[in-house]
């Protein structure tokens, strides 16, 4: 059954959710991983289309397997299906496929903003990757952080390489949430900004991201160590030198044990990766310590369905 039109609300950013939200989403979420079959045809009918304007494996395929398993008819939408690419505005486009769709679920290289004008007319609009940030893969790898350690509450995160829209995503779930701590170890330029880092710890009322240039011989311990791809999929670096810049922040077998306290640090990463760059195949698939990168994928059908059902005012 589809949902009411006037509870429909758009989920483009975890900055604008409420602390209640995002708990919300995150354990319909955990629900839906536990038991998906139980979500069977919640949402029947609803008209979902896919506009991705950007390469895609986990997000694409999990939102479509999501849909399908809630009951939703799933039209798929590429750049070259939609007008934008001949210059019509996401205002326009937006205004049209609100006759014709409940739900659009887009993944762009561009601003957040184009998205906001999207849901001027589809209300229930997905942010699934924007250039500023990747919500829906926070939500997956709080699926993946409860399901191994049973709560969050006071969870040190580190993340290295280059400040990415998961960067920003993982940020603005450690302060809306309970975690502790995000320490953040980037090339200079390659980071938070100091004006993001105060804006960041203002949202949480207390110190919790700390920006680092270098990585230290023995840096705080944490509990996850997180990194992702160190460049874009689509855009090439200008600088010749820039991979030496960052060898310092790949994660090997090492350097997690340097990162570990008491409890062994876990590792884990958004995909796709480059392995032998930012991270060791022996680290990556779980051989020489503890990995949720798999569990990360699984959950991105966890978080797609949870994003899905908030949308549309159907997650109670």
Known sequence: MTSDVSNRRPLLSLAALSTNDITDIGNIASRYGLEPEAFAGRLAGTKVGLLFTAPSTRTRISFWAAA???GCDVLHLGHADVQISTGETWSDTGAVLANY?????????????????LAVHVPATI???????????????????????????????????EVNNTARALAFLVCKLPFHSFDVYSPVGSGFSSEEVDSLNALCGR??????????????????VYTARWHSMTAAR?????????????????????????REAVFMHDLPAV????VTSDVLDGISVTSLVQ???????????????????ASS
């Open 68 to 70: 399908r398993g809630l």
């Open 101 to 117: 769709l409940d739900v659009v679920v887009v993944r762009t290289n561009g601003p957040q903003s184009h998205l906001a004008e």
């Open 127 to 161: 942010d699934a990757l924007t250039l500023e940030e990747h919500p829906t893969q926070a939500i997956a790898d709080l699926c993946a952080m409860r399901e191994h350690f049973g709560d969050i509450e006071g969870l040190r995160l580190a993340y290295l390489g």
């Open 207 to 224: 110190n919790a991201v700390r920006q680092h240039d270098e990585l230290p011989a023995s840096p705080d311990a944490v509990d996850v």
């Open 238 to 262: 200008q600088d010749p030198e820039w991979l030496s810049r960052f060898e310092q922040f790949a994660v090997t077998k090492d350097l997690m044990k340097r990162f570990s306290g008491p």
């Open 275 to 278: 392995r032998g760059q930012e």
């Open 295 to 313: 569990r990360q994928v699984y959950h991105k059908a966890s978080a797609a369905a949870a994003a899905l059902l908030w949308a549309t005012g």
